[in-house]
C-alpha cells in the first residue's frame, strides 16, 4: 500500500486551506501544481561566503534537494548566514558571537512558522550555527534532521587554524620570523569545512549525532568527500518518513539523550562551549542541566579522545577511525543505549547495525592514507589519556553559582592554584599586560565585564594563547574570567564564572592583590585573601561588602556596574539586557522581553 504524501492534518495542507494564496506563491517560486499537495520541507542552511565552514552548505543543500523530491515531498530553500569566530577574534566583532546563535534560532523559527513546513533539514556546522539549529528543532518541535556540515582537512605538517594564535605570540616575542608566520597562517584553512581542531564546531558536530538528531555515521565527515552528499540525500529521504512517523525532535532530545552528550562531552574534551549550547537545548524542552552531575560524570568518565587541542590528531581523523558511533562503541557501558534517535531506532540499535554492517572494521581503512590507528585517536577504556572527564565545574564565593575549566588541557601541577590577582576590565588590556611582562608567575589574571549581560560573553582566545604559549606563565599563571573561551583554549584557564561582574557578582568587588584560591579535586574557586593577607571567609566576605557600599553612587546604583555597560541600542543592547547567564545556555529571558 503507497504511503499517503502527507498525514493527517499536516500543517502545510491545513495552512493551505486558511490561505489561499499560499498555492499561488509556491507556484511563483516554480512549484507544480501537484507538487503543493505533497508535504513541504524546508531546507534552511547557513550558506554564505561567511567561513569555511558554511561556504560549500548551499551546493550540499541540492542533495537534500534531491532526497526530499526522491522521497515524495517538495523543498524550499531558506538560509541565514552566521559569523565566524575567528574572523572576529580579538575584535569587538567577537561580541556578536553568542548573540548570532539567537538570531539565527528566530530566523529559523520564522522561516518554519511563515513558510507552513511540515518538517526541516538543517544544514551547519560551525560554533554558532550548528547549536542555533539544534535549538530550532526543538523550540519548533516538526520532524527534523540535522546534516553537520563536515570537516576541513588540515595545513601542512597537520597545523589547524587554532595554532594561529600561538605563533602570532611566538612572532610577538621573536621566537619565529615573519615567513614562517606567514606561511603557516596562509595554509590553516586548506578547505570548505569546519575547522580541523576539536573546537565547538566539531564538539557541537559529534554530539549533533550523539543526541539522535543527526543521522549515523554523518557527523565530521570531511567536507571533500562523496559521503558528505550521500548524508544529505539521505537526510531528505529520511525527514519524509519522519513526518509519516510524526516522529518529532522532543521524543528524541529526553533526559537521555542529554546525559549521553554529557557523557561523551566529559570522554572527549569537547569545547566548554558546549555546556552553554547544551543548557540553551535543555532549558528549550524543559529539562533538567545539572552542574552538580556534570561533575559527577566528569569524575567517573575517562578522557580517550587524542585529538588537538588537548591531543595529537586531526578532528577528520574521528570519522576515518569509524566516526562517532566508535566513540559510543567505546562508551557502551556509560551510556543510556536506549535513548531514541532520528532513523526511529534507539542509539543501541544503531550501533548493533553498523558493527553487523562491518563499518567498524572498514572505515579504519582510511588511517592508512595518515598513520596512526583506531586506538591512537579513540583511546580504549583499558588506557585512557586520563583515568576522568575532561571538564570540572568549580564553586566557591568567587563563583557562587558556577564556573567551567577544561583540565584535559592542563598540567598536572595546576590542579591547585593560590594566586595574587591582577585585574583587568577587558581582555585586550590583559593580553598587552602579557606581552608587556607585566603578568608574573603565581598570578591570577582576572577579566571581567566580558559576561553576556556585559558583552555578549565574547571568547578570551587570544589572551589564553599568549598565557598558555609562554613556558613561564603557562604552569604558574591561571585566567579567570566571567567570558567563555574558544574550543581552541588550552592552559589554566576559568571562565564563565557566576554571576558575573555586569550583574553584581562577586568578580566585581576584586582588586589588585587579592587572593584566590581553585582546587580541582574539591571543585573550589574562592577569595581566600585581600590586599595579599589570607583571611577567615567571614572577614573576606566582610571586606568585600565594604567594597560593595562604597561602589554605590548616591542613587544607589552600582558603579561597577554601570561604568562597564558597553551596549544600550541595537543587537548587542538588546542581548545584554535580556541575556541569561551561562548555566542557563545564554539565551534571553524571554519572561523579561
Same mark, same amino acid.
Given at each position: 500500500?503507497?504511503?499517503?504524501?502527507? @498525514?493527517?492534518?499536516?500543517?502545510? /495542507?491545513?495552512?493551505?486551506?486558511?490561505?489561499?494564496?499560499?498555492?499561488?506563491?509556491?507556484?511563483?517560486?516554480?512549484?507544480?501544481?501537484?507538487?503543493?499537495?505533497?508535504?513541504?520541507?524546508?531546507?534552511?542552511?547557513?550558506?554564505?561566503?561567511?567561513?569555511?565552514?558554511?561556504?560549500?552548505?548551499?551546493?550540499?543543500?541540492?542533495?537534500?534537494?534531491?532526497?526530499?523530491?526522491?522521497?515524495?515531498?517538495?523543498?524550499?530553500?531558506?538560509?541565514?548566514?552566521?559569523?565566524? #569566530?575567528?574572523? &572576529?577574534?580579538?575584535?569587538?566583532?567577537?561580541?556578536?558571537?553568542?548573540?548570532?546563535?539567537?538570531?539565527?534560532?528566530?530566523?529559523?523559527?520564522?522561516?518554519?512558522?511563515?513558510?507552513?513546513?511540515?518538517?526541516?533539514?538543517?544544514?551547519?556546522?560551525? #560554533?554558532?550555527?550548528?547549536?542555533?539549529?539544534?535549538?530550532?528543532?526543538?523550540?519548533?518541535?516538526?520532524?527534523?534532521?540535522?546534516?553537520?556540515?563536515?570537516?576541513?582537512?588540515?595545513? @601542512?605538517?597537520?597545523?589547524?587554524?587554532?595554532?594561529?594564535?600561538?605563533?602570532?605570540?611566538?612572532?610577538?616575542?621573536?621566537?619565529?620570523?615573519?615567513? %614562517?608566520?606567514?606561511?603557516?597562517?596562509?595554509? &590553516?584553512? @586548506?578547505?570548505?569545512?569546519?575547522?580541523?581542531?576539536?573546537?565547538?564546531?566539531?564538539?557541537?558536530?559529534?554530539?549533533?549525532?550523539?543526541?539522535?538528531?543527526?543521522?549515523?555515521?554523518?557527523?565530521?565527515?570531511?567536507?571533500?568527500? !562523496?559521503?558528505?552528499?550521500?548524508?544529505?540525500?539521505?537526510?531528505?529521504?529520511?525527514?519524509?518518513?519522519?513526518?509519516?512517523?510524526?516522529?518529532?525532535?522532543?521524543?528524541?532530545?529526553?533526559?537521555?539523550?542529554?546525559? !549521553?552528550?554529557?557523557?561523551?562531552?566529559? *570522554?572527549?574534551?569537547?569545547?566548554?562551549?558546549?555546556?552553554?549550547?547544551?543548557?540553551?537545548?535543555?532549558?528549550?524542552?524543559?529539562?533538567?542541566?545539572?552542574?552538580?552531575?556534570?561533575?559527577?560524570? !566528569?569524575?567517573?568518565?575517562?578522557?580517550?579522545?587524542?585529538?588537538?587541542?588537548?591531543?595529537?590528531?586531526?578532528?577528520?581523523? $574521528?570519522?576515518?577511525?569509524?566516526?562517532?558511533?566508535?566513540?559510543?562503541?567505546?562508551?557502551?557501558?556509560?551510556?543510556?543505549?536506549? &535513548?531514541?534517535?532520528?532513523?526511529?531506532?534507539?542509539?543501541?540499535? !544503531?550501533?548493533?547495525?553498523?558493527?553487523?554492517?562491518?563499518?567498524? /572494521?572498514?572505515?579504519?581503512?582510511?588511517?592508512?592514507?595518515?598513520?596512526?590507528?583506531?586506538?591512537?585517536?579513540?583511546? @580504549?577504556?583499558?588506557?585512557?589519556?586520563?583515568? #576522568?572527564?575532561?571538564?570540572? $565545574?568549580?564553586?566557591?564565593?568567587?563563583?557562587?553559582?558556577?564556573?567551567?575549566?577544561?583540565?584535559?588541557?592542563?598540567?598536572?601541577?595546576?590542579?591547585?592554584?593560590?594566586?595574587?590577582?591582577?585585574?583587568?576590565?577587558? /581582555?585586550?588590556?590583559?593580553?598587552?599586560?602579557?606581552?608587556?611582562?607585566?603578568?608574573?608567575?603565581?598570578?591570577?589574571?582576572?577579566?571581567?565585564?566580558?559576561?553576556? *549581560?556585559?558583552?555578549?560573553?565574547?571568547?578570551?582566545?587570544?589572551?589564553?594563547?599568549?598565557?598558555?604559549?609562554?613556558?613561564?606563565?603557562?604552569? =604558574?599563571?591561571?585566567?579567570?574570567?566571567?567570558?567563555?573561551?574558544?574550543? &581552541?583554549?588550552?592552559?589554566?584557564?576559568?571562565?564563565?564564572?557566576?554571576?558575573?561582574?555586569?550583574?553584581?557578582?562577586?568578580?566585581?568587588?576584586?582588586?589588585?592583590?587579592?587572593?584566590?584560591?581553585? #582546587?580541582?579535586?574539591?571543585? %573550589?574557586?574562592?577569595?581566600?585573601?585581600?590586599?595579599?593577607?589570607?583571611?577567615?571567609?567571614?572577614?573576606?566576605?566582610?571586606?568585600?561588602?565594604?567594597?560593595?557600599?562604597?561602589?554605590?553612587?548616591?542613587?544607589?546604583?552600582?558603579?561597577?556596574? *554601570?561604568?562597564?555597560?558597553?551596549?544600550?541600542?541595537?543587537?548587542?543592547?538588546?542581548?545584554?539586557?535580556?541575556?541569561?547567564?551561562?548555566?542557563?545556555?545564554?539565551?534571553? =529571558?524571554?519572561?523579561?522581553?
Amino acid at each position: 500500500m503507497t504511503q499517503p504524501a502527507t @498525514p493527517p492534518n499536516s500543517i502545510s /495542507q491545513t495552512r493551505r486551506a486558511q490561505s489561499p494564496e499560499a498555492d499561488s506563491l509556491r507556484m511563483g517560486c516554480g512549484w507544480g501544481r501537484k507538487e503543493t499537495d505533497l508535504a513541504w520541507i524546508m531546507i534552511e542552511t547557513t550558506s554564505g561566503d561567511s567561513h569555511p565552514g558554511s561556504i560549500h552548505l548551499g551546493d550540499l543543500a541540492q542533495f537534500v534537494d534531491k532526497g526530499v523530491v526522491g522521497g515524495g515531498g517538495s523543498p524550499a530553500h531558506y538560509t541565514c548566514t552566521d559569523i565566524c #569566530d575567528g574572523i &572576529a577574534q580579538g575584535t569587538a566583532g567577537q561580541h556578536y558571537s553568542l548573540p548570532s546563535r539567537e538570531v539565527m534560532v528566530m530566523a529559523c523559527e520564522m522561516h518554519a512558522q511563515a513558510g507552513h513546513f511540515d518538517g526541516a533539514v538543517f544544514l551547519s556546522g560551525c #560554533d554558532k550555527s550548528l547549536p542555533a539549529h539544534l535549538i530550532a528543532a526543538l523550540r519548533l518541535d516538526i520532524p527534523a534532521v540535522i546534516v553537520p556540515g563536515g570537516v576541513m582537512e588540515a595545513g @601542512p605538517e597537520g597545523f589547524t587554524l587554532e595554532g594561529v594564535g600561538t605563533i602570532y605570540a611566538q612572532k610577538r616575542r621573536g621566537e619565529i620570523d615573519e615567513s %614562517t608566520y606567514e606561511f603557516l597562517r596562509s595554509g &590553516a584553512c @586548506p578547505s570548505a569545512g569546519s575547522c580541523a581542531f576539536f573546537g565547538t564546531a566539531a564538539t557541537m558536530q559529534l554530539l549533533s549525532e550523539v543526541v539522535g538528531l543527526a543521522m549515523p555515521a554523518t557527523a565530521l565527515i570531511p567536507a571533500h568527500l !562523496n559521503a558528505l552528499k550521500d548524508a544529505a540525500r539521505q537526510a531528505g529521504r529520511r525527514v519524509l518518513e519522519l513526518v509519516r512517523e510524526d516522529l518529532r525532535p522532543s521524543r528524541i532530545f529526553t533526559q537521555k539523550a542529554l546525559e !549521553n552528550a554529557l557523557i561523551v562531552h566529559a *570522554a572527549t574534551g569537547g569545547s566548554t562551549n558546549a555546556l552553554i549550547h547544551l543548557a540553551a537545548m535543555a532549558r528549550e524542552v524543559g529539562l533538567d542541566f545539572s552542574y552538580e552531575r556534570i561533575n559527577a560524570i !566528569n569524575r567517573q568518565v575517562p578522557f580517550i579522545l587524542n585529538l588537538k587541542p588537548s591531543g595529537k590528531f586531526t578532528s577528520d581523523k $574521528i570519522w576515518y577511525a569509524g566516526g562517532v558511533y566508535r566513540i559510543l562503541k567505546e562508551l557502551k557501558a556509560f551510556l543510556h543505549l536506549d &535513548a531514541l534517535t532520528v532513523t526511529g531506532l534507539t542509539l543501541g540499535e !544503531n550501533l548493533e547495525i553498523l558493527e553487523k554492517t562491518g563499518h567498524f /572494521q572498514n572505515m579504519p581503512r582510511f588511517l592508512t592514507n595518515y598513520g596512526g590507528t583506531v586506538e591512537d585517536i579513540i583511546r @580504549p577504556l583499558s588506557n585512557p589519556l586520563r583515568p #576522568d572527564g575532561a571538564i570540572r $565545574i568549580l564553586t566557591g564565593n568567587l563563583a557562587p553559582d558556577g564556573a567551567v575549566i577544561k583540565v584535559s588541557a592542563l598540567s598536572e601541577q595546576m590542579r591547585q592554584f593560590t594566586g595574587k590577582t591582577k585585574v583587568f576590565n577587558n /581582555q585586550d588590556d590583559a593580553r598587552e599586560a602579557v606581552f608587556q611582562g607585566k603578568i608574573h608567575p603565581g598570578d591570577a589574571v582576572i577579566i571581567r565585564y566580558e559576561g553576556p *549581560a556585559a558583552t555578549g560573553m565574547p571568547e578570551q582566545f587570544y589572551i589564553t594563547e599568549a598565557i598558555a604559549s609562554n613556558p613561564l606563565l603557562a604552569t =604558574s599563571t591561571v585566567l579567570i574570567t566571567d567570558g567563555r573561551f574558544s574550543g &581552541a583554549t588550552r592552559g589554566p584557564a576559568i571562565g564563565h564564572v557566576s554571576p558575573e561582574a555586569a550583574r553584581g557578582g562577586p568578580i566585581s568587588t576584586l582588586e589588585d592583590g587579592d587572593l584566590v584560591h581553585f #582546587d580541582l579535586n574539591a571543585g %573550589t574557586l574562592n577569595i581566600i585573601g585581600i590586599d595579599g593577607q589570607t583571611l577567615p571567609p567571614v572577614d573576606v566576605e566582610r571586606r568585600l561588602a565594604q567594597r560593595r557600599e562604597t561602589a554605590l553612587a548616591q542613587d544607589g546604583t552600582p558603579v561597577r556596574d *554601570a561604568r562597564f555597560a558597553r551596549y544600550h541600542k541595537g543587537l548587542l543592547g538588546l542581548y545584554c539586557r535580556f541575556a541569561l547567564s551561562a548555566s542557563e545556555g545564554g539565551g534571553l =529571558s524571554t519572561s523579561s522581553l
